[in-house]
């Protein structure tokens, strides 16, 4: 399995906002587990597609030049469950962008019904540890993160 | 209109309690950020965003809270201490906080001991009186 949770941009303004969606469906394998009989996306989950969500459009935001990681959960707070089936709309915008820290907020809806709310601070690796070694491919942003966007270019280029 | 030094303060008490998770009667005006908030490096760039949405300034963060850089520097520090050249630039740096208890033992373990809740109060109210 990809540690890939979200399936699709279909909003994205640069630098500002932008919007994912996720089909969770059962064959996705921690449903199994979480739970037996009452097949629920666990928050942590939740969070962690909001983190892909928002780190895109953080990292995006300066071309991909920061490793952008995951600092600190400002606040989340989840109003209804998800459940096999269900298509859910990941809204991600970005409230603060400093050289090194970005701070964003998030809601997940599911046919406009709000599942949860979600405000999140990114680090910026480089600018924080400027002289550490890292390898040399950008290890957070992937190419399975950077297609999700090139998927985008190619539909809107489609219509033109 | 200039903020009254007590509206800084409820502002500034607010920023901490949801950046940190605290309650409100533990951010007193001597509280240590670190030592008695248990801020970690992480929650200060979170408290450097709320303040600027908050008071409606810009804030580097090397601004309000510029240790970090000087700890890293060897001509600033020497076994674990402050030398004077060291002290003479944090004091630039940081007039917003009161070094006279950190003067008589300048260990670097101890630098965290400034930032307090009315050494971020002074610091706002610095930046609001420079912006008009």
Do not use: W
């Given at each position: 399995m990809r540690w890939i949770w979200i399936d699709k941009f279909i909003e994205f303004e640069s630098g500002s906002r932008a919007v994912a969606v996720k089909n969770i469906t059962l064959a996705e394998e921690y449903l199994y587990d979480h739970f037996p009989g009452f097949a629920v996306m666990p928050e942590s989950l939740m969070i962690e597609a909001?983190?892909?969500?928002?780190g895109i459009l953080v990292g995006q935001a300066k071309g991909f030049q920061e490793k952008?990681?995951?600092?600190?959960?400002?606040?989340?707070?989840?109003?209804?469950?998800?459940?096999?089936?269900?298509?859910?709309?990941?809204?991600?915008?970005?409230?603060?962008?400093?050289?090194?820290?970005?701070?964003?907020?998030?809601?997940?809806?599911?046919?406009?019904?709000?599942?949860?709310?979600?405000?999140?601070?990114?680090?910026?690796?480089?600018?924080?540890?400027?002289?550490?070694?890292?390898?040399e491919e950008n290890f957070v942003f992937t190419e399975t993160f950077k297609s999700l966007l090139s998927g985008m270019d190619l539909r809107q280029n489609a219509k033109s | 209109m200039a903020m009254s030094r007590d509206e800084i303060l409820r502002q500034v008490q607010t920023v901490l309690v949801d950046a940190l998770g605290v309650d409100t009667d533990e951010v007193t005006a001597d509280a240590t950020l670190m030592t008695d908030l248990g801020a970690e490096s992480i929650d200060f760039l979170d408290i450097v965003f709320r303040l600027e949405k908050t008071f409606g300034i810009k804030i580097a963060r090397e601004e309000l809270f510029p240790a970090e850089n000087l700890i890293s520097n060897s001509e600033l520090v020497s076994n674990g201490k402050l030398t004077a050249k060291g002290l003479a630039e944090l004091k630039t740096r940081m007039p917003h906080t009161d070094l006279a208890a950190f003067e008589g033992n300048p260990d670097i373990n101890r630098l965290g001991d400034l930032f307090t809740v009315n050494a971020i109060v002074r610091f706002v109210e610095n930046k609001l009186s420079k912006s008009g």
């Open positions: 909001m983190a892909q969500t928002a952008v990681i995951l600092a600190k959960i400002t606040r989340c707070t989840f109003f209804d469950y998800v459940t096999p089936g269900d298509t859910i709309q990941l809204e991600a915008k970005i409230e603060t962008i400093a050289p090194e820290a970005a701070g964003t907020s998030g809601r997940i809806t599911r046919c406009n019904k709000l599942i949860a709310e979600i405000d999140l601070i990114f680090s910026h690796l480089d600018k924080n540890l400027a002289g550490k070694q890292f390898p | -």
